[in-house]
């Protein structure tokens, strides 16, 4: 339901535009194809992966010699769910340790949603039973430690800080461990989202990273890069940068509610390679859903 009431926006707009196309047409032509695919660029699909896809979709009302527009309506939601799914076998599930802690390093440009979306997860966890730290490793932006506080206290965890401007390196140290002698479940860590200076980013990213693969073999079992639905392609140009720097496991596309281009979601996984692990459908503690393609995309057209 929460995932449906979400997407209204991209259903409204998106999907609605399909099924418009499916009773226009009734009949399958090189129109048909053409309309759809100008559909499907402007919900930012990404231009890439619209090609591949009305080319299987031709391919595959050709092969199941199909001429019904309706027909051709549940192909397309075949095919948009196994592209999404891709042939690597990725999925959304977290990579969860037995024997904690699991540490979860969060990445992600200004204003995404990533504090945010870090008060989700601690929420979503801490309701599941587990027991949570944060790590304010943003210590670069005015504010960031506060509002991360202002998270934990609303969720009921306990923060790990230092003061605005120290080494981040130094904080994860400290949190990690203050999560291995509280035997914490999960270690979630924030940074800094400084784009600016892509060189100084990546290397406190690596910095912050060393530290935690030294103090946990294994660690990082998470990274997970935030993105924000509503800015289209230019997540995509972030997702490629941090693509560089880190190796990152996992995105969580925040503010999907905001937008009525859902479909960045498969430009990201098809042109990445990396799964959508989460989506933010809203700013309230309980508006973060694991991402599940098939409910994702009947859901648009149900
Ligand atoms: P950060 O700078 O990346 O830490 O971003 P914040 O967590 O401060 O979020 C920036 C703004 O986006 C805030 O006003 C959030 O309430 C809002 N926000 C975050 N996630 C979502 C979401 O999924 N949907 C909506 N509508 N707003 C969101």
């Not at 099924?19 to 194809?33: G, H, I, M, Q, T």
């Not at 990690?176 to 270690?187: E, F, G, V, Y």
């Not at 079992?221 to 935030?226: A, G």
Request: aromatic letters at 6%.
């Amino acid at each position: 339901e929460k995932f449906k009431q979400g997407l209204t926006k991209t259903r409204d707009s998106f999907a609605g535009r399909v099924n418009d196309l499916v009773a226009r047409y009734r009949k399958v032509d090189e129109d048909f194809f053409e309309e759809l695919e100008e559909i499907l660029i402007q919900a930012d699909v990404g231009f890439g992966t619209v090609i591949e896809l009305i080319d299987e979709l031709k391919t595959e009302v050709k092969r199941r010699n199909i001429s019904d527009t309706k027909e051709v309506q549940s192909v397309i939601s075949e095919k948009l769910v196994e592209i999404y799914q891709g042939d690597d076998g990725a999925d959304s599930e977290l990579n969860i340790q037995e024997d904690g802690p699991t540490v979860i390093l969060f990445v992600g440009v200004n204003g995404v949603g990533k504090t945010t979306t870090i008060g989700k997860m601690a929420h979503k966890f801490k309701s599941e039973g587990k027991s949570v730290i944060l790590a304010a490793g943003d210590t670069f932006r005015a504010g960031a430690i506060e509002q991360l506080e202002v998270w934990g206290s609303r969720v009921g965890v306990e923060v790990i800080k230092q003061a605005e401007g120290s080494d981040p390196a130094a904080v994860m140290f400290d949190a990690i461990q203050s999560a291995k002698a509280r035997k914490a479940d999960i270690l979630i860590c924030d940074t800094a989202g400084r784009l600016q200076n892509k060189v100084n980013l990546m290397k406190e990213l690596e910095k912050v990273k060393r530290v935690i693969e030294r103090e946990i073999p294994g660690a990082p079992h998470e990274v997970l890069l935030v993105l924000d639905a509503t800015t289209g392609q230019n997540a995509l140009i972030q997702a490629k940068t941090f693509k560089e720097a880190t190796n990152v496991s996992g995105i969580v596309l925040t503010k999907l509610d905001g937008t009525a281009k859902g479909g960045i979601v498969l430009a990201i996984r098809n042109e990445l390679s990396i799964p959508v692990k989460f989506v933010g459908l809203g700013e309230q503690m309980d508006d973060l859903q694991e991402f599940d393609a098939e409910k994702y995309v009947y859901g648009l057209f149900a």
